[in-house]
């Protein structure tokens, strides 16, 4: 099978999909909404990493005009999710060790903020414990791709105890740019489940009342997640 072919059969598989999100877009056709629904898939691996993203075919999918698709690709570029290539089009971007490094020092800020900001226990950790518990069944089933959503949605949920919306909203950029890192690997188990008992330790820190203790955790655990994975990013990557 040819690489052309192989493309378009990889292309239509990730638009098909998108045909059951028209529905999410209601009478308010959005490019904000439009460009909601191709982060999160995206993040979810649908287009990896190089990917060209064909106007025509996601266009259709979803019912949208050329005009807010384009607006759509231009926020999601603005996120650092897309790249444009003169005369060559849009596509889903490739990050650079240079990128896991600043997305990591948005996270040490961000979520061990989010910790140090927290009020007296007890805390609201319904989600946090959801997302524990999620990865540690889809680690039990050897589901890794289960594994790796539970695990960044561990870290939303820590990030979502500060009861920020504009917090949120970064923390969903900046972690489905560092799902395009774990896109490239050749073995996501590897870099996921060694931080399930971690994210557990950080669980039971915080349903103790001790957010010092938990922040402590959490950054530990980032900086090694940092060392390990910008090590091996940058030999996947290598020419």
């Known amino acids: 099978m040819t690489n052309g072919t192989e493309q378009r059969l990889a292309e239509a598989v990730a638009v098909s999909g998108l045909a059951d999100d028209r529905a999410l877009l209601g009478r ?21 990493p190089g990917t060209r993203l064909s106007e025509d075919s996601i266009g259709g999918a979803l019912g949208v005009s ?16 897309l790249v444009h290539q003169l005369n ?9 060790v240079e990128d896991i490094l600043d997305i990591y020092r ?10 140090r900001g927290l009020g007296r226990p007890p805390y609201a950790l319904e989600a946090v414990e959801a997302a524990v518990v ?5 680690a039990a089933a050897r589901e890794w791709q289960e594994l790796s959503t539970a695990n960044i949605r561990f870290h939303q949920a ?17 972690l489905a740019e560092l799902r395009l890192v774990f896109h490239v690997m050749d073995d996501p188990r590897r870099f996921h489940a060694p931080y399930l008992t971690r994210n557990r330790q950080i669980l039971e820190a915080l349903q ?3 957010a010092a203790e938990a922040e ?3 950054a530990a655990y980032l900086e090694d997640s940092r060392r390990q994975l910008s090590g091996a990013y940058a030999e996947r990557i290598a020419p």
Do not use: K
């Open 28 to 48: 308010t056709s959005t490019a904000e909404r439009v460009a909601d629904i191709l982060r999160d898939r995206i993040a979810e691996g649908f287009f990896p």
């Open 66 to 81: 050329r005009n807010t698709l384009r607006e759509a690709f231009r926020l999601l570029t603005h996120e650092r999710l």
């Open 88 to 96: 060559r089009g849009v596509f889903v971007r490739v990050v650079t």
């Open 106 to 115: 948005v996270r040490l800020l961000v979520e061990c903020g989010a910790v």
């Open 134 to 138: 999620a990865g540690e069944r889809a």
């Open 158 to 174: 820590v990030v979502a105890l500060a009861g920020s919306a504009r917090t949120d909203e970064l923390m969903r950029g900046v």
């Open 208 to 210: 103790a009342g001790d």
């Open 216 to 218: 402590r955790l959490l």
